[in-house]
């Protein structure tokens, strides 16, 4: 039988990757993996249970909110409350951030945002769903509540980051800037298990991902890129749910486009819960990620918790190639 190594072993194991970590961090990502749990068992019976459908609000980017929205948020809060690791939390359901009482005199040095339910308008049509989370250093004094400074930090000062994927199976996958790593949940013994070690992306994919229905509402130069993958005959594979995507493409290579359109002209995902934990897990990868203006992803300026972003993310040869049509057929800056 082969050496089984659960997330807990492995996270405890690579502490020694931060000789000034004191376990707060190890403790921080435990925490995440015991709320992904809880989630991962309600998204698989939501079938079963009246927690499908919508909830009567909309969040603070308009996106119609669903029960299990609603219930991953709560879990996750309350996992992070119990953890004493982390001083507060941003969400992408919620509008601000929210400060943690510390739960013991140990002052905690560490503040974590999260997207609970990424593509959770798939769910009730059974398709798979994602929670993304990314993990910060505070910067204000610990003998005070967390600010918003504190979660206004640049993806580059991202001290993990990650994704929960509830699919066919359930994985966890994370870096904390020494590599990308996949565990597995075995439901037999309630653990995720080390599955996919020291993931590469492949250079390039044979799948680009793009809401092709917004194809006409594109600045031209991604109207071109995107003709060229067609042309080369690449596959279109577009889930509708960024973390699925992602996944994908991390394992098989490929591209992900989210484009600036007349609807979202900055773009429609969020820099702060989306493209900077996703970005970051990529890049450790050996992936790229820039923006429709060809800035990095990781060193955009965050100025507000919902700001939005457009995103190209994947493969270092196709982002280049997207890259260099952007450059060929942008329209030139005016004088
Ligand atoms: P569209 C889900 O709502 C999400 O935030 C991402 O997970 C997904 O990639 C994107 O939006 C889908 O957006 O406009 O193509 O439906």
Redesign the pocket.
């Known amino acids: 039988m082969s050496m089984i190594t659960t997330l807990d072993e492995f996270i405890i194991r690579r502490q020694k990757d931060f000789p000034y970590a004191s376990g707060e961090l190890t403790g921080l990502l435990r925490d995440i993996g015991v709320a992904a749990k809880i989630v991962n068992r309600e998204v698989n019976k939501a079938g079963l249970v009246n927690i499908l459908g919508v909830a009567d609000h909309q969040n603070t980017s308009g996106?119609t909110v669903q029960k299990l929205d609603m219930y991953a948020n709560e879990k996750l809060i309350d996992c992070l409350k119990n953890s004493g690791e982390c001083c507060g939390i941003a969400s992408e359901e919620n509008e601000s951030f929210m400060p943690l009482e510390a739960i013991s005199e140990k002052p905690s040095k560490y503040v974590v945002v999260f997207d609970p339910l990424?593509?959770s308008?798939n769910i009730d049509v059974n398709v798979s769903v994602g929670t993304i989370f990314g993990i910060y250093r505070r910067l204000s004094s610990t003998d005070e509540e967390c600010q918003v400074t504190d979660f206004l930090q640049k993806g580059t000062e991202l001290v993990a980051a990650g994704y929960v994927l509830y699919g066919t199976s359930t994985m966890l996958v994370y870096t904390t800037g020494r590599g990308v790593n996949c565990f597995t949940l075995d439901p037999s013994i309630g653990e995720f298990c080390l599955s996919h070690k020291d993931i590469k992306i492949p250079n390039h994919g044979q799948h680009y991902s793009v809401?092709q229905g917004y194809y006409l509402k594109f600045d031209v130069e991604m109207r071109r890129y995107i003709d060229h993958c067609s042309d080369m005959g690449l596959g279109l594979r577009y889930i509708?749910?960024?973390?699925s995507?992602i996944h994908r493409i991390l394992f098989q290579g490929g591209i992900f486009l989210?484009p600036n359109t007349r609807a979202n002209p900055k773009g429609?995902?969020r820099l702060l819960y989306?493209c900077n934990p996703l970005s970051f897990v990529v890049e450790q990868a050996g992936g790229k990620a820039i923006n429709t203006q060809l800035d990095r992803i990781l060193d955009v300026e965050i100025h507000e918790l919902h700001q939005k972003a457009t995103i190209a993310i994947g493969s270092p040869d196709m982002v280049d190639e997207m890259k260099a049509f952007v450059e060929k057929y942008s329209a030139p800056m005016a004088p």
């Open positions: 996106d990424d593509g308008s809401n509708g749910s960024m973390v995507d989210y429609k995902l989306e």
